[in-house]
């Protein structure tokens, strides 16, 4: 179709268009580009002699009105009106797409996405397997005496806060994504919960592999509790541990839509959870303000209590021939010191597995809605 000035100068197939132009007092030299020429013909805004442009607009708008090709359109037209009046449609019988279907929907482009952007996740897997090696050499086999408990404390403080601080590296993805979301939303397609619902299981399988990644490498490194039960209790706080620092970085980017502010709020936040959450102050030390206020919904402090639990629960550790043990234990006439000694230094105490995973799944969870209630709130 050409149009010009909102009117019709033709419309068929652009094969035809040369042969209507000849018939019609317009013959299109050999050697030029159809384009230019249809261009050059209808458009007067450029033309040095307006008057004269002005008219040849009028010729050819009159030429295609009184055309055989306009009125076999105008038939077309009616036929195609004839048939759209025998089956029309009323708007009330049109339903959009359910919430699963959406979702599903989404689950498969974010999946596509995943694996094509390398930021995404493939940066970060390498990032994560670079701080296992790291972890697993510069804690390399560490033993069984009382001068390696305080190796394994750092080991286990490091690997668990730094794995939730490099969640940082998802702050871009995620905004990438939520601007495709703010698009489509405003053109109706879906709502903020079919986004955080597929955002977050999507994530999972990604966040479970970085986790089993790390933990093959640095569990046996490291030297950590050799048990399977110590090995998989280690994986599922990781990969708690990764699923709220995730959660935590969907909410700041969902309420600062800005890379750099986003990135700040994120890394300032989980500063403060490594400072609250047990290891640079026990809890029994820490003061009454940090302590209730941020230390219980510190989810980097449920991560690491719980590694500690269960790297320390049922380990025992030598005292040294000079058998002054470092911490007291009901082994300590034996020249030994029970792993439950260090956790009581610490006021942990075991068999509440159960309750820190319940607190961590309702702090993500709690993550999770809040991020919601901000896509809800800003539109843009």
Request: charged content about 15%; proline content about 3%; overall charge negative.
């Amino acid at each position: 179709m050409i149009l010009s000035g909102g009117r019709t100068c033709y419309f068929g197939p652009g094969s035809e268009m040369k042969a209507y132009l000849d018939k019609t007092g317009y013959p299109m030299p050999l050697q030029m580009n159809p384009a230019e020429f249809v261009l050059d013909l209808v458009s007067t805004d450029f033309a040095n002699d307006q008057e004269s442009a002005d008219a040849q607009l009028t010729r050819i708008l009159t030429n295609w009105e009184n055309s055989e090709e306009a009125s076999d359109v105008e038939t077309d037209v009616q036929k195609v009106a004839n048939i759209a009046e025998k089956h029309e449609i009323h708007s009330g019988s049109l339903q959009g797409a359910g919430a699963v279907a959406t979702i599903f929907t989404l689950l498969h482009r974010s999946f596509i996405k995943s694996y094509r952007d390398v930021i995404a996740y493939g940066v970060r897997i390498i990032m994560y397997l670079g701080l296992a090696i790291m972890v697993g050499t510069v804690w390399l086999r560490l033993g069984s005496g009382q001068e390696n408990i305080q190796p394994f404390i750092n080991a286990i403080f490091f690997s668990s806060a730094f794995m939730s601080f490099m969640a940082v590296a998802y702050v871009p993805s995620f905004l990438e994504d939520r601007a495709t979301f703010i698009k489509e939303r405003s053109n109706g397609l879906y709502g903020p919960i079919s986004f955080v619902i597929s955002n977050f299981i999507i994530g999972i399988p990604f966040l479970f592999f970085i986790t089993i990644l790390f933990a093959i490498v640095s569990f046996w490194l490291v030297n950590y509790s050799n048990t399977a039960t110590g090995f998989f209790t280690f994986v599922m706080w990781l990969f708690l541990d990764l699923l709220a620092a995730e959660s935590l970085v969907v909410l700041i980017s969902s309420i600062f839509p800005n890379f750099v502010i986003a990135l700040a709020l994120t890394a300032f936040t989980n500063g403060v959870w490594m400072c609250v959450g047990g290891f640079m102050v026990s809890p029994t030390v820490l003061n009454v303000f940090w302590r209730y206020v941020f230390h219980y919904i510190d989810y980097q402090a449920y991560v690491f209590q719980g590694m500690i639990v269960n790297e320390f629960a049922e380990r025992t550790f030598d005292c040294g021939s000079s058998c002054q043990c470092m911490y007291a234990s009901e082994l300590a006439s034996q020249c030994k010191i029970a792993g439950t000694g260090v956790l009581s230094s610490y006021g942990y105490a075991t068999g509440r597995t159960g309750k820190w995973v319940g607190i961590l799944l309702a702090i993500t969870a709690v993550y999770r809605f809040f991020g919601w209630g901000a896509l809800v709130l800003k539109k843009r």
